[in-house]
Protein backbone atom coordinates (compact mmCIF):
# COMPACT_ATOMS: atom_id res chain seq x y z
CA UNK A 1 0.00 0.00 0.00
CA UNK A 2 0.96 3.70 -0.60
CA UNK A 3 1.87 5.75 2.51
CA UNK A 4 -1.03 8.18 1.30
CA UNK A 5 -3.35 4.51 1.37
CA UNK A 6 -2.08 3.81 4.98
CA UNK A 7 -2.37 7.42 5.75
CA UNK A 8 -6.23 7.71 5.09
CA UNK A 9 -6.98 3.89 6.51
CA UNK A 10 -5.81 4.83 9.80
CA UNK A 11 -5.27 8.14 10.15
CA UNK A 12 -8.08 10.25 11.82
CA UNK A 13 -9.74 12.24 9.28
CA UNK A 14 -9.45 15.80 10.12
CA UNK A 15 -7.16 16.73 7.65
CA UNK A 16 -7.87 17.25 3.94
CA UNK A 17 -4.00 16.39 2.63
CA UNK A 18 -2.29 17.37 -0.62
CA UNK A 19 -1.31 14.60 -3.04
CA UNK A 20 2.55 15.36 -1.84
CA UNK A 21 4.17 12.78 0.38
CA UNK A 22 7.51 14.81 2.16
CA UNK A 23 10.46 12.67 2.82
CA UNK A 24 13.11 15.12 3.45
CA UNK A 25 14.13 18.76 3.20
CA UNK A 26 16.83 21.50 3.34
CA UNK A 27 16.73 24.58 4.25
CA UNK A 28 13.42 26.29 2.27
CA UNK A 29 13.47 23.19 -0.30
CA UNK A 30 11.53 20.14 0.17
CA UNK A 31 11.27 17.21 -1.22
CA UNK A 32 8.80 14.02 -2.03
CA UNK A 33 8.87 10.50 -2.63
CA UNK A 34 8.50 11.00 -6.22
CA UNK A 35 11.41 13.01 -6.74
CA UNK A 36 10.21 16.17 -6.99
CA UNK A 37 11.69 19.42 -5.70
CA UNK A 38 9.15 22.62 -3.77
CA UNK A 39 10.37 25.85 -2.27
CA UNK A 40 8.90 25.65 1.19
CA UNK A 41 6.53 28.86 1.61
CA UNK A 42 4.64 27.91 4.90
CA UNK A 43 7.19 26.46 6.81
CA UNK A 44 4.78 24.18 8.57
CA UNK A 45 2.71 26.51 9.48
CA UNK A 46 5.22 29.36 10.15
CA UNK A 47 7.32 26.27 12.25
CA UNK A 48 10.50 25.73 11.15
CA UNK A 49 11.92 29.53 11.75
CA UNK A 50 15.37 28.54 10.39
CA UNK A 51 14.15 26.17 7.50
CA UNK A 52 14.25 22.25 7.35
CA UNK A 53 17.13 20.19 8.78
CA UNK A 54 18.67 23.79 9.59
CA UNK A 55 22.58 22.25 10.62
CA UNK A 56 23.29 24.82 13.62
CA UNK A 57 19.82 23.90 14.64
CA UNK A 58 20.55 20.40 14.60
CA UNK A 59 23.14 20.44 16.07
CA UNK A 60 21.80 22.53 19.31
CA UNK A 61 19.22 19.95 19.59
CA UNK A 62 21.74 16.63 19.02
CA UNK A 63 23.50 17.74 21.51
CA UNK A 64 21.41 18.03 24.14
CA UNK A 65 19.22 14.60 22.78
CA UNK A 66 22.30 13.21 23.73
CA UNK A 67 22.73 14.49 27.26
CA UNK A 68 19.10 14.22 28.78
CA UNK A 69 15.92 14.07 26.43
CA UNK A 70 13.67 15.03 29.48
CA UNK A 71 12.69 14.85 33.30
CA UNK A 72 9.88 15.66 34.72
CA UNK A 73 9.35 18.75 36.02
CA UNK A 74 10.45 17.73 39.93
CA UNK A 75 14.18 18.63 38.74
CA UNK A 76 16.05 21.78 37.44
CA UNK A 77 17.73 21.25 33.32
CA UNK A 78 19.32 23.79 31.92
CA UNK A 79 17.57 24.60 28.61
CA UNK A 80 14.69 24.82 30.10
CA UNK A 81 16.07 27.77 32.33
CA UNK A 82 18.27 29.31 29.97
CA UNK A 83 15.46 29.61 27.42
CA UNK A 84 13.36 31.21 30.04
CA UNK A 85 16.20 33.83 30.73
CA UNK A 86 16.34 34.36 27.40
CA UNK A 87 12.74 35.22 26.62
CA UNK A 88 12.55 37.19 29.45
CA UNK A 89 15.54 39.26 28.85
CA UNK A 90 14.36 39.90 25.23
CA UNK A 91 11.07 41.12 25.97
CA UNK A 92 11.17 42.66 29.41
CA UNK A 93 8.70 40.29 30.69
CA UNK A 94 9.33 38.36 34.24
CA UNK A 95 8.57 34.77 34.01
CA UNK A 96 7.75 31.70 31.70
CA UNK A 97 5.52 28.78 31.56
CA UNK A 98 6.03 26.02 29.55
CA UNK A 99 3.74 23.79 27.36
CA UNK A 100 3.55 22.22 23.96
CA UNK A 101 1.74 24.70 21.82
CA UNK A 102 0.13 27.16 21.22
CA UNK A 103 -3.25 26.33 22.51
CA UNK A 104 -1.68 25.28 25.85
CA UNK A 105 0.17 28.79 26.15
CA UNK A 106 -3.23 29.80 25.70
CA UNK A 107 -4.92 27.83 27.94
CA UNK A 108 -2.15 28.62 30.69
CA UNK A 109 -2.75 32.76 29.83
CA UNK A 110 -6.59 32.37 29.98
CA UNK A 111 -5.57 30.79 33.57
CA UNK A 112 -3.75 33.68 34.47
CA UNK A 113 -6.43 36.30 33.65
CA UNK A 114 -9.50 34.58 35.45
CA UNK A 115 -6.92 33.66 38.55
CA UNK A 116 -6.22 37.23 38.84
CA UNK A 117 -9.00 38.54 38.77
CA UNK A 118 -10.59 35.87 41.38
CA UNK A 119 -8.01 36.93 43.65
CA UNK A 120 -8.52 40.78 43.24
CA UNK A 121 -11.90 41.53 42.29
CA UNK A 122 -13.61 38.07 42.77
CA UNK A 123 -14.41 34.85 41.16
CA UNK A 124 -17.58 36.26 39.06
CA UNK A 125 -14.75 38.44 37.13
CA UNK A 126 -14.09 36.08 34.34
CA UNK A 127 -15.22 37.33 31.14
CA UNK A 128 -12.19 37.59 28.54
CA UNK A 129 -13.35 39.23 25.43
CA UNK A 130 -11.38 37.86 21.98
CA UNK A 131 -12.27 39.42 18.72
CA UNK A 132 -14.28 38.03 16.39
CA UNK A 133 -12.40 36.05 12.79
CA UNK A 134 -9.41 35.05 16.20
CA UNK A 135 -8.11 31.65 16.14
CA UNK A 136 -6.67 30.82 19.30
CA UNK A 137 -6.39 27.14 19.22
CA UNK A 138 -8.57 23.82 19.19
CA UNK A 139 -8.89 22.73 22.98
CA UNK A 140 -12.21 23.34 24.38
CA UNK A 141 -10.90 26.84 26.24
CA UNK A 142 -9.00 28.33 23.31
CA UNK A 143 -12.01 27.03 20.50
CA UNK A 144 -14.47 29.38 23.19
CA UNK A 145 -11.85 31.77 23.07
CA UNK A 146 -11.94 31.93 19.59
CA UNK A 147 -13.84 34.25 17.13
CA UNK A 148 -15.24 32.02 14.81
CA UNK A 149 -19.05 30.27 14.61
CA UNK A 150 -17.81 27.68 12.21
CA UNK A 151 -15.65 25.96 14.77
CA UNK A 152 -17.95 26.10 17.36
CA UNK A 153 -21.34 24.54 16.09
CA UNK A 154 -20.10 21.25 16.60
CA UNK A 155 -18.44 21.30 20.04
CA UNK A 156 -21.64 22.91 22.53
CA UNK A 157 -21.52 23.46 25.34
CA UNK A 158 -18.48 25.81 24.94
CA UNK A 159 -16.26 26.89 27.82
CA UNK A 160 -18.19 29.96 29.34
CA UNK A 161 -16.73 33.57 29.77
CA UNK A 162 -15.99 34.60 26.07
CA UNK A 163 -17.20 37.47 24.36
CA UNK A 164 -16.32 38.35 20.44
CA UNK A 165 -16.24 41.98 19.77
CA UNK A 166 -15.18 43.47 15.87
CA UNK A 167 -11.57 43.64 15.10
CA UNK A 168 -10.56 47.48 15.18
CA UNK A 169 -13.83 48.43 16.78
CA UNK A 170 -12.96 50.20 19.91
CA UNK A 171 -16.42 51.53 20.81
CA UNK A 172 -17.70 47.83 20.77
CA UNK A 173 -14.73 46.14 22.84
CA UNK A 174 -15.51 49.20 25.47
CA UNK A 175 -19.35 48.56 25.97
CA UNK A 176 -18.43 44.51 26.11
CA UNK A 177 -15.86 45.71 28.84
CA UNK A 178 -18.92 47.62 30.09
CA UNK A 179 -21.72 44.57 30.00
CA UNK A 180 -19.59 42.06 31.17
CA UNK A 181 -17.71 41.21 34.91
CA UNK A 182 -14.64 41.34 32.70
CA UNK A 183 -10.92 39.80 33.65
CA UNK A 184 -8.94 39.94 29.82
CA UNK A 185 -8.88 41.12 26.64
CA UNK A 186 -6.97 38.80 24.17
CA UNK A 187 -6.30 39.94 20.50
CA UNK A 188 -3.48 38.64 17.82
CA UNK A 189 -2.20 42.08 16.16
CA UNK A 190 -1.96 39.88 13.20
CA UNK A 191 -4.88 37.65 13.37
CA UNK A 192 -3.45 34.51 10.87
CA UNK A 193 -5.93 31.73 10.89
CA UNK A 194 -8.29 34.68 10.01
CA UNK A 195 -7.09 36.07 6.74
CA UNK A 196 -3.59 37.54 8.04
CA UNK A 197 -5.61 41.00 8.72
CA UNK A 198 -3.36 43.32 10.69
CA UNK A 199 -5.01 45.26 13.38
CA UNK A 200 -4.86 49.16 13.67
CA UNK A 201 -2.55 50.89 15.57
CA UNK A 202 -4.92 53.13 17.69
CA UNK A 203 -7.21 49.90 18.03
CA UNK A 204 -4.05 48.40 19.65
CA UNK A 205 -3.37 51.49 21.60
CA UNK A 206 -6.54 51.98 22.59
CA UNK A 207 -7.19 48.31 23.97
CA UNK A 208 -4.37 48.45 26.33
CA UNK A 209 -6.12 52.27 27.25
CA UNK A 210 -9.11 50.18 28.39
CA UNK A 211 -6.93 47.12 30.01
CA UNK A 212 -4.96 49.83 31.64
CA UNK A 213 -8.30 51.84 32.52
CA UNK A 214 -10.31 48.63 34.03
CA UNK A 215 -7.46 46.77 35.51
CA UNK A 216 -7.81 43.69 32.43
CA UNK A 217 -5.28 41.52 31.82
CA UNK A 218 -4.11 42.77 28.34
CA UNK A 219 -2.86 39.32 26.99
CA UNK A 220 -1.06 39.18 23.40
CA UNK A 221 -1.19 35.97 20.69
CA UNK A 222 1.61 35.76 19.57
CA UNK A 223 1.63 31.81 18.63
CA UNK A 224 1.75 32.84 14.81
CA UNK A 225 3.22 36.02 14.70
CA UNK A 226 5.97 36.10 17.34
CA UNK A 227 9.58 34.90 17.10
CA UNK A 228 10.75 36.82 14.38
CA UNK A 229 7.66 36.08 11.78
CA UNK A 230 6.80 39.91 11.44
CA UNK A 231 10.28 41.23 11.56
CA UNK A 232 10.01 42.38 14.99
CA UNK A 233 10.79 39.44 17.70
CA UNK A 234 7.24 39.71 18.88
CA UNK A 235 4.46 41.30 16.72
CA UNK A 236 3.18 43.83 19.66
CA UNK A 237 6.69 45.69 19.36
CA UNK A 238 5.48 47.14 16.28
CA UNK A 239 2.91 49.03 18.46
CA UNK A 240 4.99 50.23 21.38
CA UNK A 241 2.51 48.23 23.91
CA UNK A 242 3.21 46.13 27.29
CA UNK A 243 1.42 43.34 27.24
CA UNK A 244 0.70 41.51 30.39
CA UNK A 245 0.82 38.38 28.90
CA UNK A 246 2.06 37.25 25.65
CA UNK A 247 1.77 33.54 24.51
CA UNK A 248 3.83 32.27 22.14
CA UNK A 249 4.48 28.82 20.21
CA UNK A 250 4.91 27.64 16.54
CA UNK A 251 8.11 29.33 15.15
CA UNK A 252 9.63 29.09 18.60
CA UNK A 253 11.10 25.59 18.70
CA UNK A 254 12.56 26.31 15.08
CA UNK A 255 10.06 22.26 14.61
CA UNK A 256 9.65 20.93 17.99
CA UNK A 257 6.72 21.40 19.89
CA UNK A 258 6.69 24.32 22.76
CA UNK A 259 4.63 26.58 23.69
CA UNK A 260 4.96 29.40 26.17
CA UNK A 261 3.05 31.80 28.68
CA UNK A 262 4.91 34.98 29.18
CA UNK A 263 3.85 36.73 32.50
CA UNK A 264 5.11 40.82 33.53
CA UNK A 265 5.44 42.08 36.63
CA UNK A 266 1.56 42.46 37.50
CA UNK A 267 1.10 38.70 36.47
CA UNK A 268 4.33 36.84 37.02
CA UNK A 269 2.99 35.47 40.76
CA UNK A 270 -0.98 34.69 40.10
CA UNK A 271 0.46 31.13 39.72
CA UNK A 272 1.73 29.46 42.60
CA UNK A 273 2.41 25.90 43.68
CA UNK A 274 0.39 23.18 41.73
CA UNK A 275 -1.53 26.11 39.91
CA UNK A 276 -0.44 24.39 36.68
CA UNK A 277 1.33 22.20 34.89
CA UNK A 278 2.36 20.02 31.92
CA UNK A 279 4.40 16.33 32.09
CA UNK A 280 6.39 17.06 29.01
CA UNK A 281 6.24 21.56 29.44
CA UNK A 282 10.11 22.68 29.26
CA UNK A 283 11.46 19.69 27.94
CA UNK A 284 14.78 19.85 27.42
CA UNK A 285 15.73 18.76 23.76
CA UNK A 286 13.08 21.26 22.52
CA UNK A 287 13.98 24.09 24.72
CA UNK A 288 17.54 23.83 23.66
CA UNK A 289 15.97 24.21 19.70
CA UNK A 290 14.63 27.43 20.40
CA UNK A 291 17.32 29.02 22.23
CA UNK A 292 19.59 28.31 19.01
CA UNK A 293 16.31 29.92 17.14
CA UNK A 294 16.03 33.14 19.40
CA UNK A 295 19.43 33.55 19.83
CA UNK A 296 19.75 34.02 15.77
CA UNK A 297 16.79 36.57 15.87
CA UNK A 298 18.88 39.61 16.23
CA UNK A 299 18.22 43.17 14.64
CA UNK A 300 20.24 42.33 12.20
CA UNK A 301 18.87 39.02 10.96
CA UNK A 302 15.27 40.99 11.81
CA UNK A 303 16.47 43.72 9.15
CA UNK A 304 16.92 41.11 6.21
CA UNK A 305 13.48 39.82 7.19
CA UNK A 306 12.12 43.35 6.35
CA UNK A 307 13.84 43.44 3.53
CA UNK A 308 12.62 40.14 2.31
CA UNK A 309 9.15 41.23 3.21
CA UNK A 310 9.03 44.49 1.06
CA UNK A 311 9.97 42.84 -1.79
CA UNK A 312 7.16 39.79 -1.82
CA UNK A 313 4.64 43.33 -1.01
CA UNK A 314 6.52 45.43 -4.04
CA UNK A 315 6.47 42.20 -6.26
CA UNK A 316 2.97 41.11 -5.73
CA UNK A 317 0.90 44.57 -5.57
CA UNK A 318 -0.59 45.65 -8.14
CA UNK A 319 -0.29 42.40 -10.62
CA UNK A 320 -2.85 41.20 -12.22
CA UNK A 321 -5.00 38.93 -10.19
CA UNK A 322 -4.30 39.98 -7.05
CA UNK A 323 -6.76 42.11 -4.99
CA UNK A 324 -4.80 43.21 -2.34
CA UNK A 325 -1.84 42.05 0.23
CA UNK A 326 -2.54 42.53 3.95
CA UNK A 327 0.10 41.09 6.96
CA UNK A 328 3.44 42.26 8.46
CA UNK A 329 7.28 40.76 7.98
CA UNK A 330 7.48 37.59 6.61
CA UNK A 331 3.52 37.04 7.47
CA UNK A 332 1.47 38.00 4.15
CA UNK A 333 -2.02 37.43 3.03
CA UNK A 334 -2.65 37.90 -0.90
CA UNK A 335 -5.79 38.03 -1.73
CA UNK A 336 -6.25 36.59 -5.20
CA UNK A 337 -8.97 37.21 -8.10
CA UNK A 338 -9.08 33.67 -8.90
CA UNK A 339 -9.98 31.00 -6.40
CA UNK A 340 -7.35 30.78 -3.59
CA UNK A 341 -7.33 26.76 -4.12
CA UNK A 342 -6.99 26.87 -7.94
CA UNK A 343 -4.20 29.22 -7.48
CA UNK A 344 -2.78 27.06 -4.64
CA UNK A 345 -3.20 23.78 -6.57
CA UNK A 346 -0.72 25.69 -9.57
CA UNK A 347 1.78 26.33 -7.38
CA UNK A 348 1.88 23.12 -5.85
CA UNK A 349 2.17 21.98 -9.84
CA UNK A 350 4.87 24.49 -10.39
CA UNK A 351 7.12 23.43 -7.22
CA UNK A 352 5.91 25.96 -4.78
CA UNK A 353 4.25 24.93 -1.26
CA UNK A 354 1.86 27.96 -0.11
CA UNK A 355 -0.62 27.93 2.87
CA UNK A 356 -4.11 29.80 2.56
CA UNK A 357 -5.91 31.74 5.14
CA UNK A 358 -9.70 32.26 4.80
CA UNK A 359 -10.00 33.35 1.23
CA UNK A 360 -6.35 34.51 1.12
CA UNK A 361 -2.96 32.59 -0.16
CA UNK A 362 -0.81 33.05 3.00
CA UNK A 363 2.96 33.19 2.73
CA UNK A 364 5.10 31.98 5.80
CA UNK A 365 8.52 31.12 4.75
CA UNK A 366 11.57 30.32 6.45
CA UNK A 367 12.68 33.54 8.02
CA UNK A 368 15.95 32.86 6.83
CA UNK A 369 14.89 31.77 2.96
CA UNK A 370 17.39 32.30 0.26
CA UNK A 371 16.96 35.43 -1.76
CA UNK A 372 16.95 32.99 -5.11
CA UNK A 373 14.46 30.26 -3.58
CA UNK A 374 12.20 33.46 -2.68
CA UNK A 375 12.24 34.94 -6.00
CA UNK A 376 11.68 31.90 -7.80
CA UNK A 377 8.63 31.23 -5.50
CA UNK A 378 7.06 35.21 -6.07
CA UNK A 379 7.59 34.27 -10.04
CA UNK A 380 5.60 31.12 -9.47
CA UNK A 381 3.12 33.10 -7.49
CA UNK A 382 2.52 35.84 -10.03
CA UNK A 383 1.94 33.04 -12.76
CA UNK A 384 -0.67 31.25 -11.48
CA UNK A 385 -2.65 34.50 -9.88
CA UNK A 386 -2.77 35.89 -13.55
CA UNK A 387 -4.66 32.69 -14.48
C1 LIG B 1 -1.80 28.07 15.53
C2 LIG B 1 -2.35 29.04 16.49
C3 LIG B 1 -2.80 28.63 17.77
C4 LIG B 1 -2.87 27.18 18.18
O1 LIG B 1 -1.59 26.59 18.22
P1 LIG B 1 -1.45 24.99 18.32
O2 LIG B 1 0.03 24.79 18.48
O3 LIG B 1 -1.99 24.42 17.06
O4 LIG B 1 -2.21 24.57 19.51
C5 LIG B 1 -3.22 29.60 18.65
N1 LIG B 1 -3.20 30.91 18.32
C6 LIG B 1 -2.78 31.34 17.11
C7 LIG B 1 -2.76 32.80 16.82
C8 LIG B 1 -2.34 30.42 16.15
O5 LIG B 1 -1.96 30.84 14.95
Redesign the pocket.
Known amino acids: MKISEIDKQYVANTYARFPVEIVSGKGSYLYSSDGKEYIDMGSG??VTAFGIADDEWISAVTAQLGRVQHTSNLYYTEPCARLAELLCNRTGMKKVFFGN??????ECAIKVARKYAADKKGKEYNVIITLQN??????LA?LSATGQDKFHELFNPLVPGFVHTPANDLEALKKAVKNNKACAVMI?CVQ??GGVNCLDKDFVLGVQEVCRQNDLILIV?E???GNGRTGKLYSYMNFGITPDVV?T??GLGGGL?I?CCLMNEKTESVLGFGDHGSTFGGNPVCAAGAISVLERLTDEFLAEVDKKSKYVFDELKGVKGVESISGAGLMIGIKTTRPVKEVLSECIENGVLCLTAKDKLRLLPALNIPVEALKKAVSVIKEAVKN
Open positions: IGSGAEANSFHGRTTEGEDVQTTAKPG
